[in-house]
């Protein structure tokens, strides 16, 4: 059985330091994505939407990495990759704290063999299974960051403003503009994992 070896291959990308701050160049990577919006006040762990989120992408995802790697003819195996999201609000402002109405694009890493039409595939699968609004919510898409900034946060969500501080600071210190939306690629699951010891990627495209 042929094995994609992703989190090898992408890993500059998935585990950077949480030491320093660095430049990274983004290839044009695909997702399976979808759009919600989290209501002024409410949290992302009390969001029913950002919960609808995570259970399709995550059932679409394991649904196509079964479909390849039980076929009878040239089996491939790959990792279901991390859960991932685009934050952005009205004011331009990312701070956990602003009570302000939050959009986001959540979203997981597909490899190049999951084309358009065999993704559609999958997503059938999964609405026979699981009927409701998330599947039909879900889609395949190309994104293309580029140039950005990341480093690795560990602790809880509500200390990372400390070091989207020391992103900001690396940025003026290099000349960079901050542009586009905040990026966030979560490597553990707060229900069940040390707050102090979550892993986050934080990410933020640069000009």
Known sequence: METLDLRTQYKHLYKPSAKKVVLV???????????GIIPAGQRV???????EAMNALYGISYTLKFMFKKRAENPIDYPVMALEALWQTES????????????Y???????????????EEGRAQLLQKHPGPGPARLRLEPFHEGRAIQVMHIGPYATEMATIGRMDEFAQAN????HGRHHEI???????ADPEKLKTVLRHPVL
């Open 92 to 103: 331009g402002i990312f701070n956990p704290d602003v009570r302000e109405t939050w959009r």
């Open 45 to 51: 762990g009390d969001s029913p939407d950002f919960a």
């Open 175 to 178: 000349g960079l503009t901050l």
């Open 25 to 35: 160049d983004v290839p044009p990577l695909q997702f399976a994505m979808l759009d």
């Open 105 to 119: 694009t959540a979203m997981i890493m597909q490899p190049d063999i999951i084309t358009p039409e065999v993704f």
């Open 186 to 192: 979560y490597l553990g699951d707060p229900r069940r």
